[in-house]
């Protein structure tokens, strides 16, 4: 963040995600501990990043939301239309509010907050917690130049994030926003089958880890996209051939994008 970007930032909702953001962006060293300001229903997640980080504690949502330029909603989208309510006479015109609630709609949020608020609605995902992160982004109807460049300050400051259709928020939430569960998952079958074959379970994870983190620096640095990359290592009658073959005999593909289909959809749910 620039030196003329200072501005304060509040978070309600310190929990998985919330949390995420505020160690990303002061870990990352972008905004000063001073000017983030936090408040959550568990004070003890609140009493954590204090110590830990030194951000403010704001006690309660209608204090943090007023005392912050860039407000951002981090509760669960079943917790959201009273928080709105809750804050809804603390926010005025110069306020950015940034929400990263699934399913949730900038027209909704907009209707219920009254007046015209700026909203942006964003979908993180976890990896913002060691500067990696992937954001998607888009603006409601009266969002203006000036919000746009506060989320991206933060985002940026958390990984890379660009701006999207709205309509494509909720399969963003499935693929991105939901995405590393899915590799964890994956992480998860793979040491199983190393210990399956005999393997300590440190060492199956070891191999599993750097793999996965050698495999996404590879794809992303290679001219190559991912179908190329396994064609090239997948010779006929070998090792790979053997496991991917049995993938796909299982309908491996399909049931993977059936899966974050399910999601999409429930992303919508919740929106609803
Ligand atoms: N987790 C992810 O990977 C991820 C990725 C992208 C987006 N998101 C979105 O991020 C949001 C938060 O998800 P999460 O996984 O971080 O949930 P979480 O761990 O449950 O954290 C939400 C926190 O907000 C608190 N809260 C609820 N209402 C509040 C209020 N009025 N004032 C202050 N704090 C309040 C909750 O307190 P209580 O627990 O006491 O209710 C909880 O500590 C969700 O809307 C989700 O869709 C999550």
Redesign the pocket.
Known sequence: MTQDMQFAVGV???????SALVRGIIDQGTESAKSVII????QG?VDLLCDDLGVVDGGN?VHVASSSDLVIL????Q?LT??LD?ISSSISANQTIMS???GVTTESIEERLGGSPSVIRV????PALVGEGISVFCGGSHAAELDFERVKAVLGAVGVCFKGPEELMDPVTALS?TGPAYVFHTMEAMIQSGVEMGMPSEMAEQLVLQTVLGAAILAMESDLDPTALREAVTSRGGTTDAAISHLEKNHYTRLVVEAILAAMDRSRDLGR
Request: hydrophobic share 50%; proline share 7%; with cysteine.
């Open positions: 309600i909702g310190v929990g998985n995600m919330g408040c959550d229903l568990d997640r949502a981090a509760a669960k989208p917790n009273a928080l809750e990263i609630v699934a979908m993180p995902n976890l926003g």
